[in-house]
């Protein structure tokens, strides 16, 4: 039996970069943010989307908690998941990730320990945006919050944290800030080129 987890998108920011809603940006004839939380079903033990007000994606049947701290960026969403979830662990994922594996998680899941704190890719930097965090954390997020802290980067930096090795089929443009990031990340990913777009996020 594979191991499964709470898994929490953020869609809580403005999408300026974008121009419109990009959790609903259209992708093979489903909103991105759906077409995540489908991918990754058979690992969640249930999955909910952290938005800027709550139900936002209520029309998607998904869970839509609204952001703690709105405009705090990632880290406030992660502090949101953290103080709804009721599990140990769970999965934040960023709603602009254009493509997610289960095997990337499952790589993730297999990595955890009893002292590890967040388990996430690392190359360069940490991919802090599709990583696993321990309910241990949540007072050290709050903490940084406080202080006005908002750098993932950081987060992992001074927490447990256990590096991955990066998927060697992690893609070149793995989030789309702009529709042309999304353009370009599916073509290389699919060889087709992007259907309809809604809004983006």
């Not at 709804?84 to 499952?106: K, M, N, Q, T």
């Not at 990595?111 to 321990?134: C, D, G, K, M, Q």
Request: hydrophobic share 45%.
């Amino acid at each position: 039996m594979k191991a499964t987890v709470p898994i929490y998108i953020l869609a809580g920011g403005k999408s300026t970069r974008f121009g419109s809603d990009k959790a609903r940006a259209m992708v093979e004839g489903r909103p991105l943010v759906l077409r995540l939380a489908e991918a990754l079903a058979p690992l969640s033990k249930s999955v909910t989307v952290v938005a800027d007000v709550a139900g936002k994606y209520a029309d998607l049947e998904l869970r839509t908690i609204g952001d703690l701290n709105p405009g705090g960026g990632p880290m406030a969403g992660l502090q949101t998941a953290l103080h709804d979830c009721g599990e140990p662990w769970l999965l934040l994922l960023s709603c602009d990730l254009v493509r997610v594996r289960p095997a990337w998680v499952e790589r993730l899941l297999r990595a955890r320990t009893e002292e590890a704190n967040i388990v996430a890719f690392r190359h360069s930097h940490w991919e802090p945006l599709l990583a696993l965090y321990h309910q241990r954390v949540r007072q050290q997020v709050d903490a940084h919050l406080a202080d006005g802290r908002r750098r993932m980067q950081a987060l992992l930096e001074v927490c447990a944290a256990i590096a991955v090795e990066l998927p060697a089929d992690w893609p070149a443009i793995s989030q789309a800030n702009t529709p042309a990031d999304l353009e370009a990340a599916l073509q290389a990913g699919t060889g087709e080129p992007v259907q309809e777009r809604q809004d983006d996020h």
